[in-house]
């Protein structure tokens, strides 16, 4: 090999590697040395309304939907939230165990939606329907399939609207399963949120996920709700969160008490299926969003080919190796003080290998970016 060759290949890991480095320390630094004190005797005397939008969710529904209406949110002892659950066009007996308990829950009701909107797909006309109908000024999201970390998780969500924040994002982890294919979920989970949750604490907010979301009804209704991107099936929490997020009123809340938690997939087919239609949205996020975290995912994709290029070259061996090192250290230590703030602290024996197994994710997935379609199916 040539020795400008090989410089040409040592300098580009170099420059691939320190990008890595620097997107731990300025930014994923954010989410592992996250810190905040929540008082949950005394929670804001603010009204929210909780919005479900639920599609043949029978069997979800009595798991989950207690948890969300018996929730330690009142103000002079009675409660100062209400459940919305939008009933979309179930086929199911859904709609029989939404009514059955409208008698115990004063600050709950159900709505019934019998006809899909027209060139509308997913779940934005039902979540609509609910937002429109809400009662109150600030709506809480979360799925027919999650339930909340606590009782205190509406009152942690509810503090994070100090300052005048509009929105607040959540974390929307899985449930711990046996098998691979759960920790490869749950680590591509935990990924994500380290990126959207870091980028917002930074000032740079540009996603959130349904699951566990929170923002004004005002700042749906300035922003036209879902008009600008109706038309995709998915994108009711990211493409909105990336539409009308700021640096100034966008607001985080981490806690394990505070998390939203789903039922992952058990197939690798379906978990392939639900991710391509997850990042189909990408294409659509503001230039600066898609410029840096393109640039993140280009340089974590290149790493590894970069590196064994790069060892080839024998003089440059041992800053090759010095250089790997204070990116192996730098993510260890990072990446493991954020599995615990985001309480996934088993996956940490596995974040070696799942990162090499990034490469194979974005071979599989980065083309949705480009070519995938979204699909009417919102689940």
């Known amino acids: 090999m040539s020795d400008n060759l090989g410089l040409i290949f040592f300098y580009t890991f170099a420059a691939i590697a320190g990008i890595q480095v620097l997107y731990y320390l300025i930014f994923f630094s954010r989410v592992a040395f996250y810190r905040r004190d929540f008082d949950l005797d005394h929670p804001p005397a603010e009204d929210m309304s909780v919005i479900i939008c639920a599609k043949n969710e029978e069997r979800s529904l009595p798991m989950n939907l207690p948890t969300v209406l018996q929730q330690r949110y009142h103000v002079h002892a009675t409660p100062s939230y209400e459940v919305i659950v939008v009933n979309d066009n179930s086929e199911d007996d859904s709609k029989y165990y939404l009514a059955s308990i409208e008698n115990g829950y004063p600050h709950y009701r159900h709505i019934e939606i019998k006809q899909a909107a027209k060139f509308i797909p997913g779940k934005k006309y039902p979540l609509s329907i609910g937002i429109k109908g809400a009662k109150h000024d600030t709506v809480v999201l979360t799925d027919a399939d999650c339930k909340p970390g606590s009782i205190h998780w509406l009152s942690m969500m509810a503090q994070g609207f100090a300052g005048g924040k509009e929105i607040v ?199 949705a970016l480009f070519f995938a379609k979204g699909k009417n199916k919102w689940k």
């Open 169 to 367: 994002l959540g974390y929307g982890p899985y449930y711990k399963k046996p098998g691979f294919l759960n920790k490869v979920i749950r680590y591509e989970t935990f990924f994500s949120a380290l990126q959207y949750l870091s980028f917002a604490l930074s000032g740079i907010p540009y996603m959130g996920v349904g699951r566990n979301l929170a923002y004004k009804k005002d700042l749906f209704f300035r922003h036209k709700g879902f008009t600008a991107h109706q038309h995709i099936a998915s994108g009711d929490d990211d493409l909105f969160v990336n539409r009308a997020a700021t640096s100034k009123n966008t607001g985080v809340v981490i806690d394990k008490m505070a998390f939203a938690y789903s039922e992952p997939k058990r197939k690798w087919k379906h978990w392939f299926s639900q991710k391509t239609r997850h990042m189909s949205t990408g294409r659509y996020y503001r230039p600066v969003h898609k410029f840096l975290l393109g640039l993140f995912s280009l340089t974590h994709f290149l790493f590894y080919p970069a590196l064994v290029l790069a060892l080839f070259y024998t003089p440059m061996l041992y800053f090759t190796l010095g250089i790997l090192g204070l990116r192996i250290i730098t993510q260890t230590v990072i990446s493991g003080f954020a599995l615990k703030t985001l309480d996934e602290r088993d996956l940490f024996w596995y974040v070696w290998l799942m990162d090499i197994l990034m490469f194979l994710y974005y071979v599989i997935f980065t083309p």
